[in-house]
């Protein structure tokens, strides 16, 4: 069973606290995504990884930076957390695309952030 | 970046209904993904679709992919009250070669199936 695991269900900070959101993947996928979820807004990317140590903005990239330090992990990083940062984090891993299947991207169960 | 327009926004049904969702783009996809989110959890993948034409199966859910390369709907039927949650159809533009990996999602579907 394919499995990406993020470290927290729910998580509240302080307003200026870094945080530090980790996602794990078990099935040796080299693209890692960082996506927020708001009501209305969908799923927006916030940075990608398609390699150790690669990454590429996504949509949504400012007040947020990524570590993707091996292969199996992907971390998102919020320098100095704010109130409007509030939002549902869903990381997410894929093989890429080649042209050919198994390119399916599978999700974490998702980290409910709150900054207070 | 690419846009994937997904329709309806929402869905009151009566258990028992057949639900059709679509997802239309102006440019071409290489795959079209098909994901059900239930609240406060994150998506799981329902269909994956890989040949223009395809048409596949998954239980009561059926999904295609257009001939044009791009639209997908996504048809479940004799629904039941588990079938609540959000849809999400997402895609692999046809520019997806090189670093360029980003994978596109509608903004989903709120289906609401009352007993």
């Known amino acids: 069973d394919v499995k990406v695991t993020q470290s927290s269900r729910y998580l509240v900070k302080r307003t200026g606290e870094k945080v530090f959101l980790e996602c794990v993947q078990d099935m040796d996928h080299e693209n890692m995504f960082w996506y927020r979820q708001d009501p209305g807004l969908g799923l927006r990317l916030i940075y990608f990884s398609y390699d150790v140590k690669m990454k590429e903005k996504g949509d949504i990239p400012e007040g947020y930076s990524v570590s993707r330090e091996k292969k199996e992990r992907f971390s998102l990083i919020l320098e100095s957390a704010s109130t409007n940062q509030t939002s549902m984090y869903l990381c997410?891993?894929?093989?890429?695309?080649?042209?050919?299947?198994?390119?399916?991207?599978?999700f974490g169960q998702g980290t409910r952030l709150t900054v207070v | 970046g690419q846009q994937l327009n997904q329709s309806p926004q929402s869905m009151f049904i009566q258990e028992g209904e057949d639900v059709s969702m679509n997802c239309t783009s102006s440019?071409?996809?290489?795959?079209w993904l098909w994901y059900k989110q239930d609240p406060g959890e994150g998506p799981v993948l329902l269909i994956a679709?890989?040949?223009?034409?395809e048409l596949t199966s998954n239980g009561r859910l059926t999904a295609q992919f257009g001939i044009t390369r791009k639209d997908s709907f996504l048809n479940i039927s004799a629904s039941i009250p588990s079938d609540v949650g959000i849809y999400f159809c997402a895609g692999w533009p046809m520019n997806s070669g090189g670093s360029n990996y980003k994978l596109t999602f509608g903004k989903g579907t709120l289906l609401t199936v009352n007993p």
């Open positions: 997410a891993s894929s093989f890429p695309w080649r042209g050919y299947l198994n390119t399916e991207a599978f």
């Open positions: 440019s071409i996809f290489n795959t």
């Open positions: 679709l890989y040949k223009a034409g």
